[in-house]
């Protein structure tokens, strides 16, 4: 059997292994192997912003996930895919770049895990990125590797949502990673004239160019080997029927392979709940009740109109004006071949009583078949989505054997809780009202989903139920907390609680969800990350604005304080 050592063995190539590799090997004292179980991002469409419709579902990039059927699923499983090549999702996203409320970093903080506020945040976050254009920079970035531009495409359907959403009090907004998240507006995004920027093109490449950092793609890990309860390194398999290679660690493996396979892992590995162990036939090397637990997504559930008067994506993604696009793309021009599937956002609160935003929707002059981002509808149509921010239903994911090759159990728990029913039928209403307000109503031919006639509560949380999604956000499966805590999985440090040698730093570790897309809280968690492994002094906290307001609210995380109002 092969083997090979390093000092840090990083499973996964994802938006968090991308940005460790690059800080772990800045300074040139220690040598780095990344395994990446997915190809090489060498396909254009990877980097192509569009090209997520060809490479999101594709079964060589991304991981063929599906959840268990759930009652607030209508009984469907629900198709999800994660990145699995270089890059990891930030190859196939999304790309929009949302930081969420510093409410969200200071509950983390509150709940036991000191560091993590976002006052003490807000440094790794400006550290990351290089905001393009005028910004404000007591809170944005403007050195580091992850370009941030906005959107310079225009369309006349988006701007009429950011005028309609204005009549609900939504200002139009600059910056929603500022000062305040409320408004309206076209999102922020890792592209860079008309490229997609992953984390492995931002932050792998240049790591890759020092010399001492090793990465290896279709190197699918099978366990973590241990020497007592010290990591000692992996064993990965480069291609089927192949031997396995041991990778050894001197200093530390860090598993950066994403909410369910993170999990997974250290289950097949011994460390889990005890109960699921044994029936998985696996010995225990630690056993770890919290491991896979406080599984949480976003669920996505989307109002689709059909539209006249205006050219929508249906039509400009086809035929004579996608070799249009094409061309104005090629040349450098805003193009439909360089946006994010959502183009425009807005960030409100479901009802008045609520002290902070609870609903981020996500506006597209365009409209897929059977509401899942990937066939264009034929008909000319709008979506306009919406995800509960901070959900309370809360699932779990678990090997479904001691095969490091089949894929995990998925139990989301879609819209299980009470709050987050309610909050899917206030929004599918708010969103019928934004649809339908003056800026926009002149467009709508009809609705397509839901259909006019569902107007009860039980009907709207039907809709939400049959047609809901993922938005491909899974987090919180190894859980940050205090030591003591029979479910924490991680400590402040990011260490796994009752080994040595073994550190988890991904979307896995948040303890709650943060309030928008998961991409750059990953990111941060790295970045902080980086400067725990390494032993370095935190960057100082930073104060940007009077942050005595949000300091009080905690630690309900700001979902019923009431405050006065701009009445929905």
């Known amino acids: 059997m092969a083997e090979l050592q390093f000092d840090y063995v990083i499973v996964g190539a994802g938006a968090a292994g991308c940005l460790l590799a690059h800080r772990l090997s800045e300074d040139g004292r220690f040598r780095v192997c990344v395994l990446e179980s997915?190809?090489?991002?060498?396909?254009?469409?990877?980097?192509?912003?569009?090209?997520?419709?060809?490479?999101?579902?594709?079964?060589?990039?991304?991981?063929?996930?599906?959840?268990?059927?759930?009652?607030?699923?209508?009984?469907?499983?629900v198709v999800t895919r994660m990145g699995r090549t270089l890059g990891g999702?930030?190859?196939?996203?999304?790309?929009?770049?949302?930081?969420?409320?510093?409410?969200?970093?200071?509950?983390?903080?509150a709940l036991g895990n000191p560091g993590w506020s976002y006052p003490e945040l807000l440094p790794y976050f400006k550290r990351t990125e290089r905001r393009v254009g005028p910004h404000d920079r007591r809170f944005r970035g403007s050195n580091g590797l992850l370009p941030i531009t906005d959107c310079d495409w225009r369309h006349p359907l988006c701007d009429a949502f950011i005028a309609a959403a204005g009549t609900f009090g939504l200002p139009p907004q600059n910056d929603y990673n500022a000062a305040s998240q409320t408004g309206a507006g076209y999102y922020q995004?890792?592209?860079?004239?008309?490229?997609?920027?992953?984390?492995?093109?931002?932050?792998?490449?240049?790591?890759?160019?020092?010399?001492?950092?090793?990465?290896?793609?279709?190197?699918?890990?099978?366990?973590?080997?241990?020497?007592?309860?010290?990591?000692?390194?992996?064993?990965?398999?480069?291609?089927?029927?192949?031997?396995?290679?041991?990778?050894?660690?001197?200093?530390?493996?860090?598993?950066?392979?994403?909410?369910?396979?993170?999990?997974?892992?250290?289950?097949?590995?011994?460390v889990g709940p005890a109960d699921l162990l044994a029936s998985l036939g696996v010995n225990v090397v630690h056993a770890l009740p919290g491991v896979g637990e406080n599984f949480q997504d976003h669920y996505m559930v989307r109002s689709i109109a059909r539209v006249r008067g205006v050219e929508t994506i249906n039509h400009t993604a086809r035929g004579w004006r996608l070799l249009r696009e094409i061309a104005r793309w090629a040349v450098g021009k805003p193009s439909v071949l360089a946006i994010s599937p959502s183009v425009a956002y807005a960030f409100t609160r479901s009802r008045p009583e609520l002290a902070d935003?609870?609903?981020?929707?996500?506006?597209?002059?365009?409209?897929?078949?059977?509401?899942?981002?990937?066939?264009?509808?034929?008909?000319?149509?709008?979506?306009?989505?919406?995800?509960?921010?901070?959900?309370?239903?809360?699932g779990?994911?678990?090997?479904?054997?001691?095969?490091?090759?089949?894929?995990?159990?998925?139990?989301?728990?879609?819209?299980?809780?009470?709050?987050?029913?309610?909050?899917?039928?206030?929004?599918?209403?708010?969103?019928?009202?934004m649809l339908h307000t003056a800026p926009l109503l002149s467009y709508i031919e009809r609705d397509e989903y839901p259909p006019a006639e569902a107007v009860s509560d039980d009907e709207l949380l039907d809709c939400a139920r049959a047609r809901g999604s993922t938005a491909w956000h899974f987090m919180?499966?190894?859980?940050?907390?205090?030591?003591?805590?029979?479910?924490?999985?991680?400590?402040?440090?990011?260490?796994?609680?009752?080994?040595?040698?073994?550190?988890?730093?991904?979307?896995?570790?948040?303890?709650?969800?943060?309030?928008?897309?998961?991409?750059?809280?990953?990111?941060?968690?790295?970045?902080?990350?980086?400067?725990?492994?390494?032993?370095?002094?935190?960057l100082p906290a930073e104060h940007p604005q009077d942050n005595q307001?949000?300091?009080?609210?905690?630690?309900?995380?700001?979902?019923?304080?009431?405050?006065?109002v701009v009445a929905m």
């Open 38 to 77: 997915g190809p090489p991002d060498r396909n254009l469409f990877l980097h192509v912003p569009a090209g997520f419709i060809r490479v999101g579902y594709d079964p060589r990039y991304s991981w063929d996930f599906q959840t268990e059927p759930s009652e607030g699923s209508g009984g469907r499983p």
């Open 89 to 109: 999702s930030s190859s196939i996203n999304g790309f929009n770049y949302t930081r969420g409320l510093p409410l969200d970093y200071d509950t983390w903080a």
């Open 189 to 270: 995004r890792w592209i860079l004239n008309g490229w997609r920027v992953s984390a492995a093109k931002a932050f792998l490449r240049p790591a890759m160019q020092r010399g001492n950092v090793d990465v290896r793609t279709n190197a699918h890990v099978t366990k973590i080997v241990f020497d007592g309860r010290r990591a000692t390194g992996v064993m990965y398999v480069p291609g089927p029927g192949a031997e396995a290679v041991t990778v050894s660690a001197r200093r530390e493996v860090i598993l950066s392979a994403g909410a369910a396979n993170t999990p997974k892992l250290l289950q097949i590995s011994g």
């Open 357 to 394: 935003n609870d609903l981020q929707f996500h506006f597209s002059p365009g409209s897929y078949a059977s509401g899942l981002a990937g066939k264009l509808d034929d008909f000319p149509g709008m979506t306009l989505g919406f995800y509960q921010l901070r959900p309370e239903s809360r």
């Open 396 to 433: 779990f994911v678990r090997a479904r054997s001691a095969d490091p090759f089949e894929l995990p159990r998925i139990q989301p728990n879609y819209l299980q809780h009470e709050m987050d029913q309610r909050s899917a039928v206030d929004a599918l209403r708010l969103a019928r009202r």
């Open 476 to 538: 919180g499966t190894c859980r940050m907390g205090p030591i003591g805590d029979p479910m924490t999985v991680v400590d402040s440090q990011l260490r796994v609680v009752g080994l040595e040698g073994l550190r988890v730093v991904d979307a896995s570790i948040m303890p709650t969800m943060p309030s928008g897309n998961t991409g750059a809280p990953t990111m941060v968690v790295a970045e902080k990350a980086a400067d725990l492994i390494l032993g370095r002094k935190p």
């Open 549 to 564: 307001a949000r300091l009080n609210a905690l630690p309900a995380q700001g979902r019923k304080t009431p405050r006065p």
